[in-house]
């Protein structure tokens, strides 16, 4: 079973940025699909963008334009670079397959000041 240990999150201004990494602890060449999901109080966890192994990718509208996600498969990686962030972008985000199939890891915190 493949884990997941996602980082780089913290806390920035509004308008910042942050670059998320997520490191699998095996192959995710065979993963069609994989994605960050953000989740935060009181809400379920939701995808926010995924990458296809074709480099396909998809943004929920809210951050269209904002975000990029890509993955590397030599590394087991997937990144997730977030800009001009809002308040709004703030929760816990987790990577995981799309839809998921790994077990959670720990996530990272993002927290967006006004």
């Known amino acids: 079973q493949v884990q997941l240990v996602e980082s780089g999150g913290g806390l920035v201004q509004t308008g910042g940025s942050l670059g998320l990494s997520c490191a699998a602890s095996?192959?995710?060449?065979?993963?069609?699909?994989i994605g960050w999901y953000r989740q935060v109080p009181g809400k379920q966890r939701e995808l926010v963008a995924y990458?296809?192994?074709?480099?396909?990718?998809n943004y929920i509208d809210s951050v269209k334009g904002r975000f990029t996600i890509s993955r590397d498969n030599v590394k087991n990686m997937v990144y997730l670079q977030m800009d001009s962030l809002k308040p709004e972008d703030k929760g816990v985000y987790y990577c995981?397959?799309?839809?998921?199939?790994?077990?959670w890891g720990k996530g990272t915190q993002v927290t967006v000041s006004s």
């Open positions: 990458v296809t192994k074709g480099d396909l990718v």
């Open positions: 995981n397959a799309a839809p998921e199939k790994f077990y």
């Open positions: 095996g192959s995710i060449s065979s993963v069609f699909a």
